[in-house]
C-alpha cells in the first residue's frame, strides 16, 4: 500500500526532478529556464488590462446595468436622457444602431461586389493590385483624418449636414477595407474545382459566382462584415464632426432634424463631465458597448473557426 | 416563340454587315471594338445578358475604396492650401512651435512632437513585450492555452478605444498621480533621472505612451505570432538537433526567420499609435508646450483636430490648420501602410512565395 503511494507521489513530481537536473546541467540550461519563465510573465503582464478593464468597467456599470435606481436597470436602456441627464442612454442606442445599420446598407454591398469582381472578374493584376493597395490604405487611415474628410466632403461640400446620413457614409467608408479584404479571403478559399463544375454544367459566369461560389463562401463573408460591424459600432472620432450630439432620436435623414447620438461619443460626454452620477452612466454605457462589441466579435471568431475546421 | 426565333437572326445580320464594313479603316475598327460588346449583349440570351450587365456594373463598386482614397487626399489637399499660401503660414509651420490661433500664428511642431513621443514611448513598450509574447504563444505555449490567449487577444483588440480611454482615464491616471510619480521621485535609484521631475497631476505623456502600448500589443503579438508560425519545423528541428536549447532555437533561429513579420508588425502598429484619437486625447492634458519630463502633459496630432476643428470651420485659416494636421497625418499613414507592405513583400521573397 504505502509502497504504491509513494511510487504514485514520486511520479508526480517526477517532472520536477527531471527539471531540477535539467537546470543544474548547465549555464545554458539555467538560461533557458529563465528566459521562459520571463515570457511566462510577460505574457500575463499582456493580457492582465483586459481584466483590469473588464472589472473596473463591470463593477462601476453593474449598477447602472442591473440597479433600480433612477435611470437604472432597464430603465437604463429604454428612457431619454431627459432633464440633467439623468435617465437613461436610449438616445444613444437607438443612435448606434441606426448609424451601424445605415452603414451597412451603404458599405456592404460595395465591398462584397468590389472583392467579387478581383476575385472573379479581373484579368489583369494591375486592377487587383490597386484595390487592394487602395484598401490597405484606407484601413490604415487614421480615424480622425476618415472623420475630418467626413466633414468637409460629406457635411460641407455636398451639402449633407452633419447628421445621422452624414454620419453613417462615414462609418461606411471605414467599413469597406475590412469587409473587402475577408470576402476576398473567402472567395480564395473557394476550391476552383466548384466553380468548374458549374461552368461545366452550362451556367453562366455569374449565376455560377452567386449561387455556387458565394455560397460556399459566405460564412467567410459573415465573419468580415461582423468583424467590421464590431469595430465601427465603437468608432467616436469619425462621428464627433459628422453626426453630432442629441438628446433624443432623429427624426429626418437631412438637416436639423438628424443629428444623432451614438453610444461611443454618450460615453466620451459623460466621462468629461464632473457630475458623479455621469462618471457611473458613462461606465453603464462603456459596460453595454463593451458587451455588443465582444458578443459579435465572439460570434464572428467562431464562425471563421468552423469554417477552417470544415475546410481543412 | 416566333419572336424569340427571329431576333438572333436580325442581331447577326446587322453584325456581318458592319464586320463586313469596317475592313481597313483603323476609326471603323475602333468603332468596331467599342461596338462589339454592345452587339454581344444583343445577341445574347437572357443569362447571358444578367452576364454581361453584371459584369460591367460590378466595376463601379470595385473603385469605390480607390475613389474614396483620392477624394481623402483632394479635399484634405484643397482645404489644407490656404495655410500653405498664406504668408502667416506658409511650409514654415511645420517647424514652427507657436500655436495660437487669436494671433493668427498655426506653428504645429509641438504636435508632431508630442505624436512622435507618445509613439515612441508606446512602441518602446508595446514592441519588446508583444515580440516576446508571440515568442511563447508560438513556441512554447501549450495548445490550448494558446487559443485561449489568442481569444482574449483579439477581444482586446476589438475593445473599443473609447473604453480603454475611459480605463486610462479613471484608473490609471490617478495611479500615476497618486502612487508611480510619488515613489518614482522619492526612491533613490531614480529620483535623480531628469525624465521623472516635475510635478503632475497624472495626465501625461506616459499616460498616454502606456494606453497607447496596452492598445497596441494585440496587434503586435497577434501579427508576430502568426510570423513565427509560419517559420517551417524543420528550421527548428535542426537547430534542436545541434545542441541548442529552446530559448536559443526561439531567440536565434526562429526569430530572425521571421523578422520581416516582427518588421511588418512593427510598422502597422506604429501607423495605429500616431493615428490613435480618443484614448489618448483623454489622458495626455492637452497643453500647448514640448514635454520635457515623463510626467509634463502634452498635445498630439490627432487630439488637436478633435478639439478644435468644431469652432475653426468658420475660420478659414485656423480651419485651414487643422486640416494641414489631418494632411500630414494622412500622408504618415499611407507611408506606414507602403512600408509594411514592403516588408510582407520580403517576407514572402525570402519564403519564395514570389
Not at chain 1, 40 to 50: D, L, M, R
Amino acid at each position: 500500500m504505502s509502497d504504491e503511494g509513494q511510487s504514485i507521489f514520486s511520479n508526480r513530481f517526477l517532472f520536477l526532478r527531471e527539471w531540477i537536473t535539467n537546470v543544474k546541467q548547465s549555464r545554458r540550461h539555467l538560461a533557458d529556464f529563465l528566459f521562459k519563465a520571463a515570457l511566462t510573465a510577460i505574457v500575463v503582464i499582456i493580457i492582465a488590462p483586459f481584466f483590469l478593464i473588464v472589472f473596473q468597467v463591470a463593477s462601476i456599470g453593474f449598477w447602472q446595468v442591473f440597479g433600480t435606481g433612477r435611470g437604472q436597470g432597464i430603465e437604463f436602456f429604454l428612457t431619454f436622457p431627459g432633464v440633467g441627464l439623468e435617465g437613461g442612454i436610449r438616445n444613444a442606442i437607438v443612435g448606434t444602431v441606426e448609424l451601424v445599420v445605415l452603414a451597412s446598407a451603404v458599405g456592404i454591398p460595395l465591398s462584397v461586389l468590389g472583392a467579387v469582381y478581383i476575385n472573379e472578374y479581373a484579368r489583369s493584376g494591375l486592377v487587383r493590385n490597386i484595390v487592394e493597395f487602395t484598401s490597405d490604405v484606407l484601413a490604415g487611415i487614421p480615424s480622425i483624418v476618415i472623420g475630418a474628410f467626413g466633414f468637409t466632403f460629406l457635411a460641407s461640400f455636398l451639402n449633407l449636414g452633419m447628421g445621422v446620413l452624414a454620419g453613417s457614409l462615414t462609418l461606411a467608408f471605414m467599413m469597406i477595407p475590412t469587409v473587402l479584404r475577408t470576402t476576398q479571403e473567402a472567395l480564395r478559399a473557394v476550391p476552383m474545382s466548384l466553380r468548374e463544375g458549374s461552368l461545366a454544367l452550362g451556367a453562366t459566369k455569374w449565376s455560377t459566382t452567386w449561387n455556387v461560389t458565394m455560397r460556399a463562401a459566405f460564412p467567410g463573408l459573415v465573419t468580415g462584415v461582423l468583424l467590421a460591424i464590431g469595430r465601427i459600432m465603437g468608432e467616436t472620432a469619425p462621428l464627433i464632426f459628422t453626426a453630432g450630439n442629441s438628446l433624443s432620436v432623429p427624426t429626418e435623414l437631412v438637416g436639423s432634424g438628424s443629428w444623432v447620438a451614438s453610444i461611443p461619443y454618450t460615453i466620451w460626454a459623460y466621462i468629461s463631465d464632473p457630475r458623479e452620477y455621469l462618471q457611473a452612466k458613462a461606465h453603464g454605457a462603456a459596460l453595454g458597448l463593451m458587451l455588443m462589441v465582444l458578443a459579435v466579435t465572439v460570434v464572428a471568431n467562431l464562425i471563421s473557426r468552423k469554417v477552417t475546421r470544415r475546410l481543412v | 416563340m416566333s419572336d424569340s426565333s427571329e431576333t438572333p437572326n436580325v442581331a447577326e445580320a446587322s453584325g456581318e454587315a458592319q464586320e463586313g464594313i469596317d475592313t481597313g479603316s483603323p476609326l471603323a475598327g475602333f468603332a468596331n471594338r467599342l461596338l462589339k460588346p454592345l452587339r454581344d449583349f444583343v445577341k445574347a440570351d437572357t443569362p447571358g445578358r444578367i452576364d454581361k450587365a453584371g459584369k460591367a456594373a460590378l466595376i463601379l463598386p470595385t473603385m469605390a475604396s480607390t475613389l474614396i482614397i483620392i477624394l481623402i487626399l483632394g479635399f484634405l489637399w484643397y482645404e489644407a492650401t490656404p495655410i500653405f499660401l498664406d504668408p502667416s503660414g506658409g511650409p514654415g509651420i511645420i517647424v514652427s512651435p507657436t500655436w495660437d490661433p487669436n494671433r493668427n500664428l498655426y506653428g504645429i511642431a509641438i504636435f508632431i512632437v508630442g505624436s512622435f513621443l507618445c509613439t515612441g514611448i508606446a512602441i518602446g513598450i508595446a514592441v519588446p513585450l508583444g515580440v516576446s509574447g508571440a515568442i511563447f504563444l508560438s513556441e512554447f505555449c501549450p495548445m490550448r492555452l494558446r487559443t485561449l490567449i489568442k481569444m482574449i487577444m483579439e477581444m482586446m483588440a476589438a475593445i473599443p478605444s473609447i473604453v480603454y480611454g475611459l480605463w486610462a482615464y479613471v484608473v490609471m491616471v490617478p495611479y500615476i498621480r497618486n502612487v508611480m510619480a510619488p515613489e518614482l521621485q522619492s526612491n533613490l535609484l531614480t529620483s535623480w533621472m531628469p525624465w521623472f521631475q516635475g510635478s503632475t497631476n497624472g495626465l501625461s505623456l506616459l499616460a498616454g505612451g502606456l494606453i497607447l502600448a496596452i492598445m497596441l500589443l494585440p496587434t503586435v503579438v497577434t501579427i508576430t505570432s502568426d510570423a513565427l508560425l509560419t517559420v517551417p519545423r524543420t528550421l527548428r528541428e535542426a537547430s534542436l538537433a545541434l545542441g541548442a536549447t529552446q530559448s536559443e532555437t526561439a531567440r536565434k533561429i526562429v526569430l530572425s526567420a521571421a523578422l520581416p513579420g516582427v518588421g511588418a508588425a512593427i510598422v502597422l502598429s506604429l501607423g495605429r499609435a500616431v493615428g490613435e484619437t480618443m484614448a489618448i486625447l483623454m489622458v495626455t492634458g492637452n497643453s500647448l508646450q514640448i514635454p520635457y519630463t515623463l510626467f509634463d502633459t502634452t498635445y498630439v496630432m490627432t487630439s488637436i483636430i478633435t478639439n478644435q476643428l468644431g469652432y475653426a470651420f468658420v475660420f478659414p485659416l485656423w480651419r485651414s490648420a487643422l486640416f494641414a494636421v489631418a494632411l500630414i497625418l494622412l500622408i504618415i499613414s499611407i507611408c506606414f501602410t507602403v512600408v509594411a507592405k514592403l516588408f510582407i513583400r520580403w517576407g514572402m521573397k525570402t519564403r519564395g512565395y514570389i
